[in-house]
């Protein structure tokens, strides 16, 4: 007889007390004050519940308390469905955010949907929107703000529906976006509630191509406070309320994001092994030590090249005041799979880097790469060998600030498309802030040159100066990238991508940094590390032994430095002057315009004799400064005269030494730049 009555008593309970999350009016359902982590769990200070957190997050200053930092990659929470909150007619969601970066594509704050059928979402859009979307009556509508959420700077947001009136979007107190509607909300009762993450891949916004994009996974890049759903809609006044009880004293802690490039200032020029720093969420993902990035610095100059993860190794130069300018790599397209390239490679599983030379003469730097789709796949597979197009790229490094981009193609197919100038953004950046509108100029052989403008139109650059060879990158600091080509180079601009009343360059930033799959995404807002591109160079490609292909051609940047003394330069490059020696058991092998020197090649006994050359520079054929690399020479230290005068040692000539399995070859430069004819004598101590 007792047990009967107990089971009558907990049964009368059960009909008379809500279950726990059950819609009540006037009721908060569920509230993440977001104070305390506990064992990887987070809290419902309402229902008593705690939440596990997936991925990376931390705890930082809120607005009331602690917030949670969501890292944009891998954050979310999750609630089973039948522990999720349950929704009536008449509910609200209120959260405060501050947004680091907008989201790839809509993401939410908190959702519990099948969405396009039933449920609710309540998230934020990738140019800062918000919205509350959900099912009314079985069927999806959305109430979307026009307003976009600031970045860097805290936010109050409320989602309310009312089943007579609909629903409102408020942002900081006002009314920011309304939806009229009648009905019954549709739930999704047997979906979990995720919070800062889609429950699948999504697709990013905005793709250049949507054949050349996957979905992906990603979450808000944001602090998130004070997330409460509640069991009815909300007024104005009650919205001002709730928007006026909490207030932010500080501003949040979401510290500006630059790329990184080493130590600023000048250096000691070397190729340097570290591991570059961009910011701490975007850090955390990378599986790599601390030998992971390659940085070159010079004597005298603030200028560095960066081979850095985050350009998937692309190196670039960055100027005294932090702007990058970068290049393209080997690339090839088809229309089923769109770009194979380096940028594709977000985890650099097929890009490396490493230093081959290291001296105070000369730094050789190897990239090494395969071009891979946004799949994943190869491009040009040898259908006998299974070997794909496969990329060396040797980068020398001069004193002078000068550097050669050697780039071999082993492909079974065409040669691959290597050059195309691309200007990077930190982000907060607009490509208009970090280049002139006077974009480019370009100048011939014979130091005539003409400055290109993106002001009202695409420029034609053939329009002069004819037989260009030299681009210099008008960037907005005191140092300009340049590059110089081979004759027969064909510069073209960037024409195509471009979007009207965004910018006057083409845009996009699924390169460098992102790890979305896209092989083109075009940029929304100044959030994201980004990049934009000014022209096509066309350099001649040459055929080399085997499956071979090869391109070469000078990087470079200078101050100060007048179209004339570029074109001396790239004379000297492209036309260098004849050296004649005529010391026995010394083989001069001419000129190696893949590493900018002059190759010598002693016999088996090695360098034990003074070495006297002519240097027949000319007007046509001048020198702007000089390398000899004397193979085999052996490990030891030189006596240089110039025209019968000594030169000084780490101040008029540099030595370097380079040990392989045959010898030790030395590396000698020798500033010196001139349209006249001289002799060196090199004697060995």
């Known amino acids: 007889m007792k047990k009967i009555v107990l089971v009558l008593f ?42 596990e957190i997936f991925g990376n997050y931390k705890l930082v200053e809120g607005v009331s308390g602690r917030g949670l930092k969501l890292d944009g990659f891998t954050t979310v929470i999750k609630r089973k469905p039948e522990q999720a909150p349950r929704l009536a007619s008449n509910f609200a969601i209120e959260a405060w955010i501050a947004l680091a970066e907008y989201p790839w594509n809509w993401c939410p704050i908190v959702a519990q949907e099948e969405e396009g059928r039933q449920g609710y979402y309540f998230g934020l859009g990738p140019r800062g929107e918000v919205a509350l979307k959900m099912a009314v009556n079985g069927r999806w509508v959305e109430c979307v703000s026009e307003e976009k959420l600031p970045l860097k700077t ?65 979450s808000l890049d944001a602090i998130i406070d004070e997330l409460k759903i509640s069991g009815h809609s909300l007024n104005d006044k009650e919205v001002v309320a709730a928007y006026q009880v909490s207030q932010p004293g500080k501003a949040p802690a979401l510290p500006d994001r630059r790329m990184p490039s080493g130590p600023e200032g000048p250096g000691r020029f070397g190729a340097y092994y570290t591991k570059l720093s961009f910011y701490e969420e975007w850090d955390a993902l990378w599986r790599s030590g601390p030998y992971s990035d390659v940085v070159v610095q010079f004597d005298n100059s603030p200028i560095r090249v960066v081979f850095w993860r985050g350009t998937r190794y692309s190196p670039v130069w960055v100027m005294e ?16 799979e769109g770009c194979f390239e380096h940028m594709l490679d977000a985890k650099c599983l097929y890009s490396h880097v490493r230093i081959i030379e290291n001296s105070p003469a000369r730094v050789v730097v190897h990239w090494r790469y395969i071009p891979v789709s946004v799949y994943q796949n190869y491009s040009q597979v ?46 907060g950046q607009l490509p208009e802030e970090v280049v002139d509108l006077e974009a480019m100029t370009l100048i011939n052989l014979k130091g005539e040159a003409k400055t290109h403008s993106w002001a009202e139109k695409l420029p034609d650059l053939q329009s002069g100066p004819k037989d260009a060879v030299i681009q210099v990158i008008n960037l907005k600091s ?4 340049f590059e110089i080509f081979e004759p027969g180079c064909r510069i073209t601009v960037f024409g195509i991508e471009l979007r009207e009343g965004i910018s006057r360059f083409p845009w996009w ?46 990087y470079g940047a200078a101050m100060n430095k007048s179209p004339q003394e570029l074109a001396l330069l790239a004379r000297s490059w492209i036309n260098p002057p004849q050296l004649i020696t005529k010391n026995a058991g010394l083989k001069n092998e001419g000129y190696d315009a893949g590493q900018r020197a002059y190759l010598l090649s002693f016999d088996q006994e090695g360098m034990k004799q003074p070495v006297r050359i002519e240097v027949r520079a000319s007007q046509h054929s001048p020198v702007a400064n000089l390398c000899l690399v004397l193979k085999n020479a052996g490990e030891k230290n030189l006596l240089v005269r110039l025209n019968e005068k000594e030169l000084k040692r780490g101040k008029d000539f540099y030595l370097g030494f380079n040990r392989n399995l045959e010898g030790t070859d030395l590396i000698l430069w020798i500033y010196k730049t001139s349209e006249k004819p001289f002799f060196i004598e090199l004697k060995p101590e």
């Open 154 to 218: 805290w936010a109050h947001l409320v989602g309310t529906f009312d089943d007579k009136e609909g629903i409102k979007i408020y942002i900081n107190g006002k009314l920011s976006a309304e939806l009229r509607t009648q009905g019954q909300f549709t739930p999704a009762i047997g979906q979990t509630l995720v919070i800062g993450m889609n429950r699948d891949k999504r697709l990013p916004s905005d793709p250049v191509r949507p054949f050349g994009t996957r979905p992906a996974w990603f």
């Open 10 to 51: 907990l049964g009368l309970f059960f009909v008379f007390s809500p279950l726990p999350g059950l819609a009540q009016k006037g009721k908060a359902l569920a509230w993440w004050k977001f104070d305390e982590v506990k064992k990887g769990r987070i809290k419902d200070s309402i229902s008593g519940l705690e939440d």
């Open 509 to 554: 930033n699924h390169w460098p940094v992102a790890q979305i799959p896209s092989d083109g995404r075009y940029a929304q807002a100044p959030d994201k590390a980004s990049h934009f591109s000014l022209a096509w160079a066309r350099p001649p490609i040459h055929k080399g032994e085997g499956k071979t292909y090869w391109a070469n051609w000078l």
């Open 478 to 481: 005191e140092w300009k990238p």
């Open 321 to 336: 005041n932090g702007l990058w300018m970068a290049d393209q790599s080997a690339e090839s397209f088809t229309d089923q």
């Open 382 to 427: 040898d259908e006998i060998t299974g070997w794909p197009d496969a990329i060396d790229e040797y980068y020398t490094f001069y004193p002078d600030i000068l550097g050669v981009r050697k780039i071999v193609m082993w492909t079974s197919g065409k040669p691959l498309g290597p050059q195309e100038n691309i200007v990077l953004c930190h982000p």
